[in-house]
């Protein structure tokens, strides 16, 4: 049996902003057991020269939205990135998780060999729908949505492995 796009990426997609929203509540009871403004971690870095950890859920969030929007051949919505507190991300999460839920799938399916044209490292690059799935739109995902926890942990929430990977 082959594996479909949409199966490949819509319940990867679903387990991710899953995670994404436990690891925020763990986030907001932390700093309430610990005394301190949970808002603080949401401009929390791993370096300085990397985006705060806000920005790594949107970041995550946009991917998946962008990038099945891109399979499907539908247009893109836009974000508003101004909304950086943990309601505004959970509001984020929530509003992504139903607009995967409503697109489509044999259109996802369908862009397999569609060539996609994107905005990657100051330039436009074009591949068929399957490259542009596996080297760009899932790796990117796993990436910011792996730093968003990095930062949780590294500021002392008591992450585990299970809550970014979830139940197995």
């Known amino acids: 049996m082959a594996l479909s796009l949409s199966d490949a990426t819509?319940?990867?997609?679903?387990?991710?902003?899953?995670s994404l929203?436990?690891?925020?509540?763990?986030?907001?009871?932390?700093?309430?057991?610990?005394?301190?403004?949970?808002s603080v971690l949401l401009t929390e870095r791993l370096s300085p020269d990397m985006w705060p950890f806000a920005k790594q859920v949107q970041q995550a969030t946009a991917l998946m939205v962008r990038g099945t929007c891109r399979l499907a051949g539908i247009a893109i919505p836009s974000f508003d990135d101004s909304?950086?507190?943990f309601d505004d991300l959970r509001s984020r999460i929530a509003e992504t998780a139903a607009f995967l839920d409503g697109v489509d799938t044999a259109a996802i399916d369908a862009g397999e060999t569609r060539m996609i044209?994107?905005?990657?490292?100051g330039e436009q690059k074009t591949m068929p729908g399957l490259q542009y799935l596996q080297t760009?739109?899932?790796?990117?995902?796993?990436?910011?949505?792996?730093?968003?926890?990095?930062?949780l942990r590294h500021n002392g929430v008591p992450l585990k492995k299970s809550d970014f990977t979830g139940p197995i």
């Open 136 to 151: 760009f739109t899932l790796p990117n995902v796993w990436f910011h949505a792996t730093t968003a926890y990095n930062i």
């Open 10 to 18: 819509l319940p990867t997609y679903r387990r991710i902003l899953t």
């Open 21 to 38: 929203s436990g690891m925020i509540a763990m986030a907001e009871a932390h700093a309430a057991a610990h005394q301190y403004d949970p």
């Open 83 to 85: 909304r950086i507190g």
């Open 117 to 121: 044209t994107f905005p990657a490292g």
